[in-house]
């Protein structure tokens, strides 16, 4: 790809300088001082002490909460991208189509994702309402149930009303993601595919995703990132009640530092988060640009 | 192209020295966080809500000098925002919150003696002023408080014919009565073990039971006999299907709206829920009584109260300045003037006695209130380890709700409070 | 295909779209609803199914059914069965019967009655005539020829006609909906007196509904035990429509097979839509009720009663628009910041090979693995040295920060999939590399640019948690903030909350719609692809 064309050595480091500077000013300090928080002493109303070694970390390990929340964390995280991925991409084949009325469609599908997740979240809480939540109107004057429903009734139940919104506002993103990644294919692939006697599946497996794989990386990368990072839903749809049991591990440390004043523990716990991050996104990553790389 | 970055430098860097706050060297300025009570709250303060101007401008017309940096945050990140800033040494001077044990206990507050003028001093009721007191100093001045008392349907129990509950057992009869005869449409009793609100329902069930969060020596005691039987008998009363379904998700506001609705027949609320009603259309004939207890004991009403405090500022020029000014806020505040017309907008009860003439001649229900008032109980916010008691028994009895035995949760929070 | 086959495919496709309307026509007359007025009520305590009890009762209740129907009225037996567990773990039971005179009515009778369902089916069975009238006045005389042959007005009216037939399709279970609102909820609610507001009306409608007005004064009684039962027939409606617009679709190409999957296609889109649109809808109805309407207990009301506009002066009032002026300066040149960053960047990891490439790309991508709240006191304190606290230049820059990374990376993903010939041509004729990317590249890459410009925007617009703890003045406030003061210690005020959420979602639906078509554009605007 490197064209080559009378480049000095250090051009490059110029083009990408704007951008580091960005990112280190605004966002690798503030984290280099959750690095350093985790390690201090912190009060119940925020003042930071002195340096404790691990402390914080063999606290935030020993939390009885933490196992249901961790668990809770990679259902929350593995449901959300993945039903969302594959809800995106079908979604996104079907709006690539002509079609009258794709304009319309595809401007209807912004919707979820702009706006913000406190507000989605506070509307669906506000349908799935037992008393008077617009869910239960509709089902009724259609006729389909009888009764109102309890909408909420074990928090089995919440944790999957809260994977649905959570799947509701990514989906947007993964479908504009595909959708920039298929307008690149060139529509002669396709008719050359047809010609050989292509089926659908075999044009789909061939052609399609080998082409929108990068926009797809991209967006599953950083859907795991968010959506392991997603803070509003959770919080405003439960807090966590009962005692937790709905919690992912943002929300809960959210909960443990501002409520319970645990901040030591809390920030610990956000260091752990981040490396399991790391983790995944970088196996991710690598297996994924490996695959890239080889075509 | 070297041209392009240079000016991409020079942008950023530029953006980042905009410089913020130019204040002149004789003035003052102070950092003050309000918490939202009402939706009328923020016009009050900032907009014209008050007479077509707003409390910040008609200070600082009164008091030339002080500048006021006023923000009205909503309770749901009031927590956030202060101990932020305060990690970053970056504290407000006035602060308007619930809690402030931690606060003082760790030495960010002043007393307030340093900057409440002596007359003020003595307009607080000394009940409320006895609920800041850590080691004999007075740490905070209440703002505001409300009385928790039991409102119920009045049409309903007509209806049916049955009298309000006073003890337990009463309790559970009424409210099998109300779900045979209205087919289980009407929830008889509201409950809330919210992960915001939770610690009011312990309050409530072990008050009225002769427990607690503490016992006659002022140490914890959140396992007690009684406590574990009234959180028990809570939790049955949900089980029984006595109460609204979800009580671990549906919050006051839910309460409040299925009340409104005619909905739910009981619910215990604070005294501004005729208002509340009444803004929200609802026709409901209501009327108010003391909270059922267990038999032999007596109920108690649950008092909430906030307050207003000063933190330290070492960074200030001159103390003795800052500390006038802050005293100014306080007397410009609760001025009968200017505090009246905030209480009665706000539907709470007030902190200062001046107030209390205007109010009562202003609602005649206020008097009956007060009363309830001089016999609450206050949760002992003082102590430092409030936050996690809180969080505690929340999750207690959120965890019994889904099973748990009481007994073992409570022992284990006892045994973290007492480690 | 040759002239006679795609003649004789199209005349096939124009009778199934026939057959289709017939159907649901057929189906309209059926007698789908009926209606049961109870004449007589017996109600048996501690009764179960089968038991002694309950055949004395059953059969003191047939002969009363008998009396009726020697009478001549046509009357059935209804029972109605209600269990329950008490407290004490014990099984109780409530029989119920009920001896009801029935009306059968079919969908046209619901025709120009004035009820709101009447609205619905006349809109259908208009919609269904559009269809019909376009498809044989586009279809005279062109039956034989294909679709892409057609003049512009004939596919204008095959167009029409598909159009016409989504939205009667819609319109079934609207329909549904309507009868089940008035016949049902509304009619229960007025009986138990629960409301009152536009009972009279009501009642004059149905008296001219059921009995052509005869019943007078003495309707209240008979609509006081009225049931109303739908056939789950009148489903069927809706596959039968389906039909008829598989054929219209298929008169495109005359082949059954793209028609089926053209009506698929529609179908899930429409669905699609209504799932996403419905929280919107349920936004938009909550934001014009009065306060009072908001809790809406009683399941009654698909719209507001009354549209309270003034709920919108009111927010303006409390400082909404210049919370959204505050948003749109923050999330523009927050937007503009990261593009201006971003690009150069992701040409130079598409387009440069150099040290460190590798490692740039886990910094960027390491950026975005803490959540804003975790960084929120790092992010106050930079703030503050650097005196952007409480700024909305602070904020701008924040946002920016936070999307390099997908700025950067999509960007990365659309240049590398661009060929570099044009701009290396371009260098060649002399541009320098800064033209080469301005003129050649960008142009090109414009749908990836265009999707990371949307996102940026969309997250800054969004962004809420930094918002908070950043601006401690009202003035300064962002949108997402500024909501918040709607849901304070007292009450929730949810109408003013949607309705500044829906003015707060305007914006940035404008933005997309109008920069969509580049969404698109990418490809025609020349070779691509290496």
Redesign the interface.
């Known amino acids: 790809m490197n064209t080559g064309l009378n480049r000095t050595k250090w051009e490059p480091y110029v083009w990408l300088l704007p951008s580091i500077l960005l990112i280190a000013i605004f966002v690798i300090f503030p984290i280099l001082i959750v690095f350093k928080l985790s390690f201090s002493e912190i009060s119940k109303a925020g003042v930071i002490g002195g340096f404790v070694g691990f402390d914080n970390y063999v606290e935030a390990v020993r939390l009885p909460a933490f196992k249901t929340v961790m668990l809770n964390t990679l259902w929350w995280v593995l449901s959300v991208v993945i039903l969302s991925t594959v809800l995106g991409f079908i979604i996104a084949l079907v709006l690539n189509q002509q079609f009258h009325g794709r304009k319309i469609a595809r401007s209807i599908l912004v919707f979820p994702w702009a706006t913000s997740l406190v507000i989605q979240a506070s509307v669906w809480n506000y349908i799935i309402k037992a008393e008077y939540g617009n869910l239960n109107n509709v089902l009724l004057n259609l006729g389909i149930i009888q009764q109102a429903i309890n909408w909420r009734s074990s928090y089995q139940i919440e944790f999957v009303w809260e994977c649905w919104v959570g799947i509701f506002v990514t989906v947007p993103f993964v479908t504009f993601c595909v959708l920039s990644g298929l307008q690149s294919i060139d529509g002669s692939l396709y008719e050359a595919a047809t010609m050989d006697g292509a089926g659908f599946w075999s044009k789909l497996r061939n052609i399609t995703l080998p082409m929108v794989r990068p926009s797809l990386t991209v967006s599953t990368v950083l859907n795991i990132i968010y959506v392991f990072n997603s803070f509003p839903i959770v919080y405003t749809m439960t807090k966590g009640a009962p005692a937790h049991k709905t919690d992912t591990m943002i929300t809960y440390l959210y909960m443990l530092s501002f409520y319970e004043r645990r901040k030591g523990p809390a920030t610990a716990l956000s260091v752990i988060g981040f490396l399991i991050l790391c983790i995944c996104a970088g196996i991710y990553m690598v297996s994924v640009m490996r695959k890239e790389e080889e075509l | 192209m070297k041209k392009l970055f240079a000016l991409f430098l020079i942008v950023a860097l530029m953006l980042c020295m905009v410089p913020a706050a130019f204040a002149a060297d004789d003035e003052i300025t102070l950092d003050v966080i309000i918490c939202q009570y009402g939706p009328n709250t923020n016009d009050w303060f900032l907009g014209k809500g008050m007479d077509g101007s707003n409390f910040v401008e008609k200070f600082e017309a009164a008091n030339p000098g002080i500048k006021l940096n006023l923000d009205v945050v909503s309770w749901n990140d009031v927590y956030t925002e202060v101990d932020t800033r305060i990690a970053n040494d970056n504290a407000p001077d006035i602060l308007n919150i619930d809690v402030f044990a931690n606060y003082a206990n760790e030495g960010l507050l002043m007393p307030v003696k340093d900057y409440c003028p002596e007359d003020l001093f003595g307009d607080f009721f000394p009940s409320f002023i006895d609920q800041s007191v850590i080691d004999d100093t007075v740490w905070a001045v209440p703002d505001l408080a409300s009385a928790r008392a039991l409102f119920y349907n009045v049409d309903i129990f007509d209806e049916i014919g049955e009298e309000v509950p006073t003890t337990w057992a009463e309790l559970q009869d009424v409210s099998q009565a109300i779900l045979d005869y209205y087919d289980g449409e009407i929830y008889p009793w509201g409950i809330d073990m919210t992960t915001d609100e939770g610690q009011a329902a312990f309050a409530y069930y072990t008050w009225g039971n002769g427990g607690g969060f503490v016992d006659e020596n002022g140490d914890w005691a959140v396992n007690s006999a009684e406590n574990v039987e009234a959180i028990e008998y809570a939790i049955s009363l949900v089980n029984d299907g006595y109460t609204n379904p979800n009580p671990a998700t549906q919050t006051r506001y839910d309460l409040q709206d299925m009340f409104a609705a005619g909905k739910l027949a009981m619910v215990i609320a604070p005294n501004q829920l005729p208002t509340y009603v009444a803004d929200k259309g609802g026709e409901i004939n209501m009327a108010t009584a003391g909270l059922p207890a267990n038999e032999g004991k007596t109920s108690s009403s649950v008092g909430v109260m906030d307050r207003v405090m000063a933190f330290k500022d070492d960074s200030a020029p001159d103390q003795a300045a800052r500390n006038e000014a802050i005293g100014k806020f306080l007397k410009f505040f609760y001025d009968p003037e200017n505090y009246v017309g905030w209480v009665s907008m706000e539907g709470f009860l007030p902190a200062v006695n001046s107030a209390v003439e205007a109010l009562v001649a202003a609602d005649p229900t206020f008097e009956a209130w007060l009363d309830v008032l001089g016999g609450c109980q206050f949760y002992p916010a003082a102590k430092a380890e409030w936050d996690q008691v809180k969080q505690g028994v929340i999750a207690a009895e959120q965890n019994a709700l889904t099973g748990a035995d009481v007994q073992a949760e409570l022992d284990a929070l006892q045994a973290e409070l007492t480690k | 295909m040759s002239y006679p086959e795609v003649r004789q495919q199209n005349r096939r496709m124009l009778l199934l779209l026939i057959i289709g309307l017939v159907l649901t026509l057929f189906l309209m007359s059926l007698p789908l609803y009926s209606f049961d007025v109870g004449v007589y009520t017996k109600k048996s305590a501690n009764t179960f199914v089968g038991d002694e009890k309950y055949q004395e009762a059953r059969a003191e209740v047939e002969a009363v059914a008998e009396d009726y129907r020697a009478q001549g009225f046509d009357v059935e037996i209804l029972e109605d069965v209600?269990e329950r567990v008490?407290?004490k773990g014990k099984t109780t039971s409530l029989i119920t019967f009920t001896v009801t005179e029935r009306y059968n009515k079919n969908m046209f009778s619901f025709l120009g009655k004035g009820l709101p369902s009447s609205t619905a089916l006349a809109a259908m069975l208009a919609l269904m005539a559009i269809a019909a009238v376009s498809v044989a006045a586009g279809l005279v005389g062109t039956d034989d020829v294909l679709q892409r042959y057609l003049d512009r007005k004939t596919r204008w009216l095959r167009?029409l006609a598909?159009?016409a037939l989504v939205l009667a399709l819609i319109l079934v279970?609207v329909f549904?909906?309507m009868n089940?609102?008035t016949f049902?909820?509304q009619l229960s609610l007025y009986n138990a007196e629960l409301i009152t507001d536009g009972k009279d009306a009501l009642f004059a409608k149905l008296d001219n509904f059921f009995f052509d007005g005869k019943m007078g004064d003495g309707i209240g009684d008979v609509l006081g035990a009225l049931k109303i039962r739908?056939s789950p027939m009148v489903w069927v409606l809706i596959p039968a429509l389906f039909i008829s617009l598989v054929a219209a679709l298929s008169l495109k190409n005359g082949e059954i097979r793209s028609g089926l999957l053209?009506g698929a296609?529609?179908v899930?889109?429409v669905i699609?839509?209504v799932v996403?649109?419905?929280?919107?809808y349920?936004?938009t109805?909550?934001a014009f009720r009065?306060?009072?309407?908001?809790?809406?207990?009683y399941?009654l009301?698909?719209a507001p009663t009354r549209w309270v506009w003034s709920n919108l002066s009111d927010i303006v009032q409390?400082?909404v628009p210049r919370y959204l002026l505050n948003s749109i300066f923050v999330a523009g040149g927050a937007t503009a910041?990261a593009m201006?960053?971003?690009i150069?960047?992701a040409?130079?990891?598409?387009?440069?090979?150099?040290k460190g490439k590798k490692a740039?790309l886990g910094?960027?991508?390491?950026?975005?693995?803490?959540?804003p709240?975790?960084?929120?006191?790092?992010?106050?304190?930079?703030m503050?040295t650097?005196?952007?606290?409480?700024?909305l230049?602070g904020l701008m820059?924040?946002n920016?920060?936070?999307n390099?990374?997908?700025a950067?990376?999509?960007l990365r993903?659309?240049f590398?999939?661009?060929s570099?010939e044009m701009?290396?041509a371009a260098?060649i004729d002399g541009c320098?590399?800064?033209r080469a990317l301005t003129k050649v590249l960008i142009p090109m890459a414009a749908?990836?640019i265009?999707?990371a410009l949307?996102?940026v925007f969309?997250n800054a617009?969004?962004e809420?948690?930094i918002a908070?703890?950043l601006i401690?003045?009202?003035q300064n406030r962002p949108i997402?903030v500024g909501?918040?003061?709607?849901?304070?210690?007292?009450?929730?005020?949810?109408q003013?909350?949607?309705a500044a959420?829906l003015l707060?979602?305007i914006p940035?639906?404008i933005l997309?719609?109008s920069i969509?078509?580049h969404?698109?554009a990418?490809?025609t605007s020349g070779g691509?692809?290496g």
């Not at chain 3, 996403?276 to 919107?280: A, M, R």
């Not at chain 3, 040409?347 to 150099?354: D, G, L």
């Not at chain 3, 709240?373 to 930079?382: A, D, F, N, P």
């Not at chain 3, 909501?483 to 949810?494: A, C, G, L, Y």
């Open positions: 209600l008490n407290s167009g598909i159009a279970p549904i909906l089940n609102v049902s909820r739908h053209r296609l529609y899930f889109v699609v839509c996403t649109l419905y929280p919107y349920v936004m109805i909550t009065s306060n009072a309407e908001t809790l809406d207990m399941f009301h698909l409390r400082g910041l201006l960053c971003g150069p960047a040409y130079a990891m598409a387009r440069m090979n150099f740039f910094f960027v991508i390491m950026s975005q693995m803490f959540s709240v975790v960084l929120l006191i790092g992010i106050s304190q930079l503050n650097m005196h952007l606290n409480n700024t230049w820059l924040i920016a920060a936070f390099q990374a997908f950067i990376w999509l993903g659309t590398v999939s661009i570099s701009e290396q260098m320098g590399t800064v749908p990836g265009v999707t949307i996102f969309i617009w969004n809420y948690t908070t703890v401690s003045t009202a997402t909501i918040t003061q709607f849901s304070s210690f007292n009450m929730i005020e949810w003013y909350m949607f959420s707060a979602t940035v639906v997309f719609m969509e078509k969404l698109t990418g490809l691509v692809k």
